[in-house]
Nanobody
Framework: QVQLTESGGGLVQTGDSLRVSCEVS??????????MGWFRQAPGKEREFVGA????????YYSDSVKGRFTLSRENAENTVYLQMNSLRPEDSAVYYC????????????????????WGQGTQVTVSS
């Protein structure tokens, strides 16, 4: 079983930066085989794709709303994925979830929440105006 634990959320002001982390733990998983995604959900809204990073970390994808402001990275030896968020805006406020998938076709499916097998509990990010 794979567990994902997010951390690093908090309350910041518009224009600030914040880095959230996702640590992967459990049994019988290979971090080098896991594609990782980040999603977010604001109150009253559907969960939306934020970004995804391939297992070796060589390929990343971002939603248009965060492209150029958010950066994904990973340290596979530490079983951790990072989401660096810069130039934060009030509309970035949401619960941020990380997700993991050990399935093929990352390029085709990385935006689909249903493609990911494992999910964390989420971390709250609030950006005040």
């Amino acid at each position: 079983q794979v567990q994902l634990t997010e951390s690093g959320g908090g309350l910041v002001q518009t224009g600030d930066s914040l880095r959230v982390s996702c640590e992967v733990s459990g049994r019988n998983f290979n971090m080098y085989m896991l594609a990782m995604g980040w999603f977010r959900q604001a109150p009253g809204k559907e969960r939306e794709f934020v970004g995804a990073i391939s297992p070796p970390g060589s390929t990343t994808y971002y939603s248009d709303s965060v492209k150029g402001r958010f950066t994904l990275s990973r340290e596979n030896a530490e079983n951790t994925v990072y989401l660096q968020m810069n130039s934060l805006r009030p509309e970035d406020s949401a619960v941020y979830y990380c997700a993991a998938a050990d399935r093929p076709s990352f390029a085709l499916n990385h935006q689909k929440s249903s493609w990911y097998r494992h999910w964390g509990q989420g971390t709250q990010v609030t950006v005040s105006s």
